[in-house]
């Protein structure tokens, strides 16, 4: 079945970079999703990757995709306190015409001043 | 104004009540789901929706029912409420294109005493 793993919590220093990263467990996987929940929100798509892809650049954001070992990583450069929020990684199944997503437990980052 | 719009946003209720929680959404889309969050549980899919003749449970449907109104709306009932059942739950829809990205609500808090 599938399965996506993080860690519950990640504290960084102000203009440091954060590294989150995620395991997952269904090779068929088509696309992998990073989503951000900031308190009280619900959660919003930061970026996504396809997984014919290792690599994918955003501004501050870059996913890493490493497909054998099924492992997937945001790094956030130049942490803000505004990045302090909870990141649930995601991997997506087709199923029929749709995606159908799994989420992870989520990891919450802090940013210390 | 919200694309995706859940009511009520907080809930406070007793074991057995029956409880509805609303969404309504402006976003177009034919798939709607309900998720349940729990701390370091993540998102748990409860029932999806692919349009309005298409129901279907998801890893977590004991204890819940749905009913899909229109396209616009789909809404989550809790026949008789129990306290393992307070959590944060989700609303959300998905675009239909190649990405499954999904579009989420604010969240209703439901408490059961």
């Known amino acids: 079945g599938e399965d996506v793993e993080q860690s519950l919590f990640l504290s960084v220093r102000e203009g440091d970079s954060s590294v989150i990263n995620c395991t997952y467990t269904d090779s068929s996987s088509t696309y992998l999703y990073w989503y951000k929940q900031e308190p009280g929100a619900g959660l919003q798509l930061l970026t996504y990757?396809?997984?014919?892809?290792d690599m994918k650049q955003d501004q501050r954001l870059t996913v890493l995709l490493n497909k054998k070992d099924k492992h997937l990583s945001l790094r956030i450069a130049d942490t803000q306190t505004g990045d302090s929020a909870i990141y649930f990684c995601a991997e997506s199944i087709s199923s029929g015409s749709a995606r159908q997503l799994t989420f992870g437990s989520g990891t919450q980052l802090t940013v210390l001043p | 104004d919200a694309d995706v719009t859940q009511t009520p946003r907080n809930r406070i209720t007793k074991t057995g009540k029956r409880i509805m929680l609303e969404c309504s959404q402006t976003k177009g889309h034919d798939r709607m789901y309900w998720y349940r969050q729990d701390p370091g549980l993540g998102l748990r899919l409860i029932y999806y929706?692919?349009?309005?003749?298409?129901?279907n449970k998801g890893e977590i449907s004991d204890g819940y029912s749905v009913s899909r109104q229109a396209q616009a709306k789909f809404s989550l009932s809790l026949e008789s409420a129990i306290p393992n059942q307070t959590a944060l739950y989700f609303c959300a829809t998905q675009t239909s294109g190649r990405s499954g990205e999904l579009f989420f609500g604010e969240g209703s808090r439901l408490t059961v005493l």
């Open positions: 929706s692919f349009d309005v003749k298409d129901i």
């Open positions: 990757i396809f997984s014919n892809m």
